[in-house]
């Protein structure tokens, strides 16, 4: 038996749903940009394995994925931006003064943020430098006379842009280094998590006739809705005439109308308080690890 559930009163971003084995596949598409100064390269290495880990795949230019060998990278850069969920800056003295990218990389986000169609939200992170230190105005002296000195070669760059660009963070809920290296990625990954869901989705290109059996399917969803509100409805017939297909292939079609919150799940594959710890953690944004101590009465 088959499950096909949907939250539509509490949804955050875009990804895809499923279990991950046969017959899914990774979208191309980067959600999560992260922003760093060289550095800091080793800590946003960790960062990216981290949020791979969970099935999230950041735009970071060690990666492959990212830059590829022979592509020109600036396009690369703001395209990813402009199609980001989440931006993560990770925010270091030598951010500001290394080299003019970070900036470069902010000012964009920053641009994307006053967007009407926007989707991006910012993860300002304070790595070895505190929020005092960020605001300290001899600091930024320092920072806006490096920066007079890229735009004197680069003509492209406004200071007035830079300075507001900075400032349009102050505003913006933050995470700073308490505990070390290792709770802050923790932090991190926790706080993209809320926002963008694994990124699997899947493979239903074989199924036969898919577009007219969801459309079906919406049809008697979206009835229901206006009538009574969430109601579930059945599918059934002999076994393989493609019931769990269409199940999951409705999973993908509903994708993008309920932003992600949406999965299918197996009855008869695991135990009952399994899959409803896999139903909490698709549909709900109860911090993961809480998930897995939450006994069948809890869940």
Wanted: proline letters at 3%; hydrophobic letters at 40%.
């Amino acid at each position: 038996m088959n499950l096909f559930t949907f939250n539509p009163l509490k949804a955050h971003s875009i990804s895809n749903c499923g279990y991950l084995s046969d017959g899914v596949m990774l979208e191309a598409k980067h959600k999560v940009f992260l922003s760093h100064s060289g550095a800091q390269k080793d800590f946003v290495e960790q960062l990216c394995v981290d949020l791979e880990r969970c099935d999230r795949h950041p735009f970071f230019d060690k990666r492959r994925n990212s830059l590829p060998i022979g592509e020109k990278f600036p396009p690369l850069i703001f395209d990813a931006i402009r199609q980001g969920h989440v931006g993560v800056l990770v925010l270091s003295k030598k951010f500001f003064t290394k080299t003019k990218w970070p900036m470069l990389e902010l000012v964009a986000m920053v641009r994307e943020l006053k967007s009407p169609n926007s989707r991006l939200k910012l993860i300002p992170v304070f790595y070895k430098l505190s929020r005092e230190e960020w605001l300290d105005h001899e600091n930024r002296s320092k920072w806006i006379a490096q920066w007079k000195e890229w735009a004197s070669v680069d003509k492209s760059i406004c200071i007035e842009e830079w300075k507001k660009a900075l400032d349009a963070l102050k505003s913006i809920n933050s995470l700073m280094m308490r505990d070390g290296e290792v709770h802050l990625r923790r932090e991190i990954v926790d706080a993209v998590c809320k926002i963008v869901l694994p990124e699997t989705t899947w493979d239903d290109s074989h199924v036969q006739g898919r577009s007219r059996l969801c459309e079906i399917l919406l049809r008697k969803i979206n009835e229901r809705e206006k009538r009574n509100g969430i109601q579930v409805m059945g599918l059934y017939g002999i076994g393989g005439i493609g019931k769990t297909t269409m199940c999951k292939a409705m999973c993908n079609e509903v994708f993008e109308r309920y932003e992600g919150r949406v999965c299918h799940v197996e009855l008869n594959t695991t135990s009952e308080v399994e899959i409803l710890r896999s139903v909490l953690r698709r549909l709900s944004t109860i911090e993961l690890e809480h998930v897995g101590g939450l006994n069948i009465d809890e869940v």
